[in-house]
């Protein structure tokens, strides 16, 4: 098996496996975050949690794990734009599950997917009932992971329909995919708590 690589969180001065961190580079006027990881020069990296974002961006550590003189953005626009950035890589995952078809919209179809033990997350809106959200899952869902994330109008745009109150998802490496960036986005703006 492959060795993952590690990076150390400027923040906290942890370790942590590099998929679990955050890479940020010195743009032209301030500090970017290189989500995708496909940006050149310097980098250094940050756990995707408020306390270790504010520790991080205090000048002197960036500076310093830059090795340059940078504007640095408040904490709150760092989250919020990290926070984008991690709402478009879910989008994207849901767009790619939808395309290669590992993906079961609507009550109906997510119902029909669970009693034949397909789905390997639930994905709910966050204006969806918590009466029809009991009636999905039920028993079966009881194991599974479940995230609360968008509205049923958002999830309804990015499926081209009209709204979508659940989503189940039948593929494991992309429930798991999901699933992480589900929780960075929790841990980032505090939602399904």
């Keep these: 098996m492959k060795r993952q690589p590690e990076r150390t969180c400027i923040g906290c001065r ?13 743009g032209p006027a301030s500090l970017v975050i290189d989500y995708r990881e496909k940006l050149p020069g310097r980098a ?37 734009a990290l926070a984008a950035g991690v709402e478009e890589k879910i989008k994207s995952l849901i767009a790619i599950s939808a395309k290669a078809d590992k ?10 997917g669970l009693l034949k033990g397909r789905v390997e997350m639930l994905l ?4 969806f009932s918590e009466g029809t ?13 479940q995230a609360t994330i968008f509205t049923r109008d ?25 699933w992480k960036e589900t929780e960075r986005l929790k841990g980032l703006i505090n939602i399904g708590e």
């Design 14 to 26: 942890s370790v942590f496996k590099k998929n679990e961190v955050i890479r940020v580079v010195a």
């Design 124 to 127: 709910f809106a966050r204006d």
């Design 103 to 112: 993906l079961a919209a609507g009550y109906s179809a997510v119902h029909d």
């Design 154 to 178: 958002e999830l309804g745009r990015l499926l081209g329909r009209e709204l979508v109150g659940v989503i189940g998802i039948l593929d494991k490496g992309l429930a798991d995919a999901l």
């Design 133 to 145: 959200k009991e009636k999905v899952g039920g028993p079966d869902a009881a194991s599974l992971r």
């Design 44 to 80: 250094a990296y940050v756990c995707p949690t408020r306390s270790c974002i504010q520790k991080a961006l205090r000048k002197e550590v960036i500076g310093k794990a830059l090795r340059l003189k940078i504007r640095v953005s408040s904490p709150e626009e760092f989250q919020n």
